[in-house]
């Protein structure tokens, strides 16, 4: 194998905090707000995802790249992650059925990496110091015009994101003979809860994230889904106005991750940045209506605040995060409404709320009976 020596690159932090490694992909700059992800698996999965929009990616497993891409797996049409941060980048792939190595990837679609990173001791900043913006160079060295550059980045918190990835046209898909219609209201939707609800036999309209709920009831569906996304969900007034006229209809809703959090602050719940967010796919989430626990595939920098549910005579809570014993599903009492905070769909993740989906079917076919 030819050895290529790699170009020195710089990530810096909002706090000042310098690393320095090794530049792959292209070069230049990539700036976003830091997270990271603790999954050992799925990387493909996780810089496709569209709630990841405008982040810099940390993974905290040690290698990244060692079984490639496989087209078919990814959760969007392109790399939605605004840079990658790792230890090892591996090059070339092990996997037959892989399409390509990551650094194609990558490059292909005009992305920045820096590897040779101590992912560890950045996650530990951060897990201190909290979520923050950060900016990688593989092209200018000067701390001084980089930190001008990193200055400018605005904060994740207030920022709307959808509209940067939510379709822009309506599409269908599934079985048209379905007698399950349901209308997925894009603010970002990853491809394998599509695949979910297809599976089970629906026949799915996905409407752009700015559509009034007067042209998706003219389509005349059976249930409404409010999909994952990227940004604030405090920053997208129109959509929740829509959200409410939404749930007054009173067919089945079901929302995942920020379609979740949009149903909260619809019914006056308010939301919050987290110190750091949950991001892998080992976390463990009690359902309280059940009792059982379940492993669960997570992506989210925002909560809702479980004081103003106490508050609420319409809302229940249904599942509680074990780690930090935060909201992670809710159930409106007078509405035909459930939601949840994590991602049942997984991709990549545990199967064990796939359950999920099939509550919201046959919560479909109750209203239909």
Not at 22 to 42: H, P, R, S, V, Y
Not at 84 to 101: A, M, V, Y
Not at 120 to 140: C, E, Q, Y
Not at 237 to 259: Q, S, Y
Request: charged letters at 20%; a neutral charge; glycine letters at 8%.
């Amino acid at each position: 194998m030819k050895y290529n020596k790699k170009k020195n690159a710089v990530l810096l932090l909002e706090d000042g905090t310098v690393f320095y490694g090794k530049a792959n992909g292209i070069d230049g700059i990539a700036t976003g707000e830091l997270c990271f992800n603790t999954g050992m698996t799925g990387y493909q999965e996780v810089f496709t995802d569209p709630s990841y929009f405008g982040q810099l990616m940390i993974t905290t497993n040690a290698h990244v790249g060692n079984y490639g891409v496989k087209n078919e797996e990814s959760e969007s049409l392109d790399l939605k992650i605004s840079g990658l941060i790792c230890k090892n980048f591996n090059n070339g792939f092990s996997r037959e059925g892989g399409d390509t190595d990551l650094q194609t990837f990558f490059v292909n679609q005009n992305k920045i990496v820096i590897s040779d990173i101590d992912t560890r001791a950045v996650v530990r900043h951060i897990r201190d110091k909290g979520a923050m913006n950060a900016l990688i160079s593989t092209s200018i060295s000067d701390l001084n015009e980089l930190s001008n550059i990193l200055s400018k980045v605005p904060s994740m918190k207030g920022l709307e994101l959808s509209s940067s990835v939510s379709t822009n046209k309506s599409y269908t898909l599934g079985d048209r003979n379905s007698d399950i219609k349901i209308a997925v209201l894009d603010l970002g939707v990853k491809k394998n809860i599509l695949k979910c609800l297809i599976e089970r036999g629906c026949f799915l309209k996905v409407f752009p994230m700015n559509t009034k709920y007067d042209e998706m009831k003219m389509w005349q569906p059976n249930g409404f889904f409010l999909s994952n996304g990227p940004g604030d969900p405090s920053a997208m007034p129109n959509v929740i106005t829509e959200v409410k006229r939404i749930i007054k209809d009173g067919r089945a809703v079901f929302g995942i991750c920020l379609g979740h959090q949009a149903i909260a602050i619809s019914e006056g719940i308010s939301t919050y940045k987290m110190h750091n967010g949950h991001r892998g796919i080992n976390h463990p989430v009690k359902n309280l209506e059940t009792g059982k626990a379940e492993v669960t595939s997570q992506n989210h920098g925002f909560g809702i605040s479980k004081e103003d549910i106490f508050e609420n005579s319409n809302i229940k809570i249904t599942h509680i995060n074990l780690n930090d014993d935060t909201v992670e599903g809710i159930r409106l009492i007078n509405n035909n409404c459930f939601s949840v905070q994590y991602h049942p769909e997984s991709s990549p993740g545990p199967h064990d709320s796939r359950y999920l989906f099939d509550n919201f079917i046959n919560n479909i076919k109750k209203t239909n009976e």
